[in-house]
């Protein structure tokens, strides 16, 4: 058994065999059971360790080599499989109630996989290449095939495919700036492409124009698994660059621009949330402000950065999964998700609006919620530093609670005499209700996520000390 | 000698092929251009990789440019609609535009050779010119057809660059994997929407 094939290898061609093989009927089951198994591996059997099972001896090899590079999941990335596969497989039974076409399901698996190849593929800036290809991947799930491609999915095949050339010379350049640390020109040319690199992976404004655009014109719950994926794993990608370069975490100047792009992102984030009419375009702006919290906390460079990051990544799966799911529910009845076609649908829709009420406060970082405990520590860290910071991150949260009151004022906007109805099928009040419940237990009891936190802080060697 | 006459031919024949797919109003005529492309690319390419890796690069150029011709030949129908949405007007503009790259590709080329030595000056030069080309093409069309033209055509310079500094085997095939799913991607989008679906399972 092998580490890389067991979570690259047969993902893919599980997904590869739905889109061939099989209905839509039992797409969403065996893609989340399969993504399910996976991440209850990842958990239970360690990698790179002997087990005895009776007379059997299991033991699951870290590497294999493909074209003469290696692909590595060692001990350590144990937590971070199960917590991508696991969150993974809430999207993918999420299909079920949502009512996607298996595509998603096969195209889904297909995208974890080559995002975990990201991870795995060793020299680690190959990881742009897989992030390219992923990304392509996502496109199909975003037009199906009777509906013309619209302007956002262009602006993003575009902005993801200038990330990869960006990112790759800047690997390149890195490894002359290892050599020579004293040569400023190296080092800014580096950086430069560096940061270019990830604005374009992150959407950093004014690159983020593509994603309210695809809320508008694609599926909701593609367009939330893309904004839950993508940025994820560039996360951890961008957390593997901070951790190998030694320069980079040290630099000031970069750091400061690392900030200041996190923080421009919140509060541009918020503010825009608050004015839109168009409750998909919200989850959009809601998902660019939590992008620039995770940039803020690359960028204060605290000891702290990786527990942050990933109190704020897993949470974020959740308030994702719950808040696209409904807005899925609700589209699937509607012509459009602006606030005069949406209004008064409390009475109609009361588990779906409820659940994506739920999941934006828990994303503006409602007390009790899933998103509390990340901004609460993250408010520790920016106000020890410097109330001008804190004063832009609490605009751009305040910006995303008024976005949430007035999505609630428009959704119980009904009609005097009409009558409260359950429209929602029992799969889907069962797996919103599910989700909501999980948004409350992360916001009541964040120290679960604690077992997870822990072993997650040897995967990066230098970060956090 | 005869090597780098070869050479700056192809990067003649780079600039010409990009210019060419800027301003052409033929989709025929720009993926030729676009196979031609791949031919000086290939040249470029192999200044520093051996002719096999080389190779991949131009096989699975000539691939997409396949995928995407036999896709856009079974669309007739878009060629009205092309021709009065997009490209009935500002050919200079596009020259122009063009002129503009090869002014910065001239003046670029030579700081980045004395930065990096031993790549080359019509490697450098042939890469910025198709970068170039491929940006200023995306900065101004919003045809599915052109973007993805565009991005082949950047990504076919960025390769001729990388190509002189990273030769691992893993990355070539991976860059062929990423233009070949960009000529399918492309095929894809361009048949998305344009028929109706026979049956309801195709959703």
């Known amino acids: 058994m092998n580490a890389p094939i067991l979570w690259i290898a047969v993902p893919f061609l599980v997904g590869g065999g739905i889109l061939f093989l099989l209905r839509e009927r039992y797409a969403a089951w065996l893609g989340g059971g399969t993504a399910a198994l996976l991440a209850l591996i990842a958990l239970v059997i360690p990698i790179d360790t002997a087990l005895l099972l009776g007379p059997v001896s299991l033991k699951i090899a870290p590497s294999i080599q493909i074209l003469g590079r290696s692909f590595e999941l060692n001990t350590a990335d144990g937590p971070l499989l199960a917590i991508i596969y696991g969150l993974a497989a809430l999207w993918l039974f999420g299909t079920e109630a949502s009512g996607t076409a298996n595509r998603f399901v096969s195209l889904g698996l297909m995208i974890v996989a080559l995002l975990t190849a990201s991870i795995a593929v060793e020299p680690f800036l190959y990881a742009a290449l897989l992030l390219e290809m992923a990304a392509m991947l996502v496109v199909p799930m975003l037009v199906p095939p009777d509906q013309k491609a619209g302007r956002g999915v262009v602006r993003f095949l575009i902005y993801q495919t200038f990330a990869m050339p960006f990112i790759l010379f800047s ?20 950086g430069v492409m560096l940061s270019l690199g990830f604005a374009f ?4 404004f004014p690159l983020y124009n593509w994603v309210p655009l695809l809320m508008e014109e694609a599926s909701p719950y593609a367009t939330g698994f893309l904004l839950w994926a993508l940025p994820t794993f560039t996360t951890i990608f961008a957390l593997d660059f901070l951790d190998r370069y030694t320069w980079l975490r040290t630099t000031p100047q970069l750091t400061n621009a690392i900030r200041f792009a996190g923080v421009f992102m919140v509060a541009s984030g918020g503010i825009f949330a608050s004015l839109q009419r168009h409750i998909g375009r919200i989850l959009g702006y809601a998902a660019i402000t939590e992008a620039g919290l995770l940039l803020l906390i690359i960028g204060l460079g605290s000891s702290e950065i990786i527990n942050l990051t990933f109190l ?7 308030e994702l999964v719950v808040w696209a799911l409904a807005i899925a529910i609700i589209k699937g009845r509607i012509q459009s998700l602006r606030f005069a076609d949406v209004q008064g649908l409390a009475r109609s829709y009361p588990v779906a609006v409820s659940s994506l009420i739920l999941a934006h406060l828990a994303m503006s970082g409602f007390p009790l919620l899933a998103g509390f405990p990340s901004r609460f520590a993250l408010w520790q860290q920016i106000a020890e530093g410097s109330l001008a910071l804190s004063f832009w991150v609490f605009l751009g949260m305040f910006g995303l609670l008024i976005a949430a009151i007035r999505t609630l004022a428009v959704f119980v906007m009904a009609k005097e005499d009409a009558k409260w ?6 799969v889907q009040t069962i797996m919103l209700g599910l989700g909501v419940i999980g948004l409350f237990i992360l916001g009541l009891f964040p120290q679960a996520l604690q077992p997870f936190l822990s072993n997650l802080a040897p995967l990066f060697e230098h970060l956090g000390q | 000698m005869v090597t780098d006459t070869v050479s700056w031919i192809a990067v003649g024949l780079a600039l010409i092929t990009s210019t060419a797919i800027l301003i052409s109003r033929d989709w025929r ?22 002719l096999a890796m080389g190779s991949v690069k131009l096989i699975a150029g000539w691939m997409v440019i396949a995928t995407l011709g036999m896709t856009r030949l079974s669309l007739m129908n878009l060629e009205q609609q092309e021709e009065d949405a997009f490209f009935p007007r500002g050919q200079w503009f596009r020259i122009a535009l063009m002129g503009i790259v090869v002014l910065v590709a001239a003046g670029s080329a030579p700081r980045i050779e004395a930065a990096i030595p031993g790549l080359g000056l019509p490697i450098i030069a042939g890469s910025l010119l198709l970068i170039g080309g491929g940006v200023a093409h995306l900065g101004i069309t919003s045809d599915l057809l052109r973007v993805i033209l565009g991005l082949l055509t950047m ?15 893993l990355v070539t095939g991976l860059l062929a994997a990423v233009n070949l799913g960009l000529g399918i991607l492309g095929s894809y989008l361009l048949i998305a929407g344009s028929s109706p679906l026979e049956n309801e399972d195709e959703l």
């Open chain 1, 171 to 190: 690997g390149w350049m890195l490894a002359g700036v290892e050599a020579s640390p004293g040569d400023l020109g190296t080092t800014i040319q580096a």
């Open chain 1, 201 to 204: 992976l992150f959407a950093i």
């Open chain 1, 312 to 318: 704020i990544l897993i949470p974020r799966g959740l």
């Open chain 1, 421 to 426: 109805e359950w429209n929602e099928s029992w």
């Open chain 2, 29 to 50: 005529v720009s993926l030729g251009a676009l196979a031609v492309q791949y031919l000086a690319a290939f040249w470029l390419v192999t200044r520093h990789l051996p």
């Open chain 2, 155 to 169: 990504l076919a310079g960025f390769e001729i660059l990388y190509a002189a500094v990273e030769s691992a085997i």
